[in-house]
């Protein structure tokens, strides 16, 4: 248990479907990321948020829309995905982003059919 | 452009062995350097880090990484090998320039009785 709640644990959607992803931390963080983690791929940072700012946009399609209304959540917002969008998606939280040690939740399995 | 590399992909070894899981990373200066494992199903766990001072650090469960300048290196090592260590592990970079942690494509370790 690393703080860092991730619901759900798992995830079937349809193309036309719109859902979202939940991130939730009580560590007392001020940053927190979403990342990607495809089959044979390194994480990719998707998204990066301080004290509920967005700072980071990794180049992600608008397909994936994050919100941050507190420092202690965080949402990804899903909408028309494709297949390739099937990953698991992981929350991590830090004291700031400058701050490099992450606290990472136990991840999203996401399925697009 | 910073990137970290672990040229295994798959490394297969029996209970009670060693290990040394490589990392090199690429970077103007020296980064931040971690290593995080991710058991099935789960989220990833830091085990250990290296910010700056003594290049042989300790982490949880037993682990050691060994920062080598000279290399570009961060090797995580384990004298002996426990059936619970089978999982995939990240070797990560954090630069302050590019404020950003670089993952890794990633090990996966898996132990033999």
């Known amino acids: 248990e690393t703080g860092v709640t991730q619901t759900p644990r798992h995830l079937v959607m349809g193309m036309t479907n719109k859902k979202s992803l939940k991130c939730e931390q009580h560590l007392g963080h001020n940053a927190m990321y979403w990342y990607k983690q495809s089959a044979k791929k390194p994480l990719e940072l998707m998204f990066v948020y301080n004290f509920k700012e967005q700072t980071e946009n990794n180049s992600v399609p608008s397909r994936f829309s994050p919100e941050c209304p507190n420092s202690s959540h965080l949402f990804l917002h899903l909408h028309t995905l494709q297949p390739e969008d099937s990953a698991l998606y992981l929350c991590a939280s830090s004291q700031e982003s400058s701050d490099t040690e992450a606290f990472f939740g136990q991840g999203t399995r996401l399925t697009v059919v | 452009a910073q990137s970290v590399t672990q040229p295994d992909i798959h490394i297969t070894v029996s209970e009670g062995a060693s290990l040394e899981l490589r990392c090199n990373y690429s970077?103007?200066?020296?980064?931040?350097l971690f290593w995080y494992v991710q058991s099935p199903g789960q989220g990833l766990q830091l085990l250990l880090k290296?910010?700056?001072?003594?290049?042989l650090v300790q982490g949880i469960k037993g682990f050691e990484a060994e920062f080598k300048r000279s290399q570009s290196s961060f090797n995580l090592r384990k004298p002996s090998v426990h059936w619970s260590d089978a999982a995939e592990y990240f070797c990560a970079a954090f630069s302050g320039g590019y404020n950003k942690l670089i993952f890794g494509a990633g090990t996966r370790l898996a132990v033999h009785p």
């Open positions: 970077y103007g200066a020296t980064p931040y």
């Open positions: 290296y910010f700056s001072g003594d290049t």
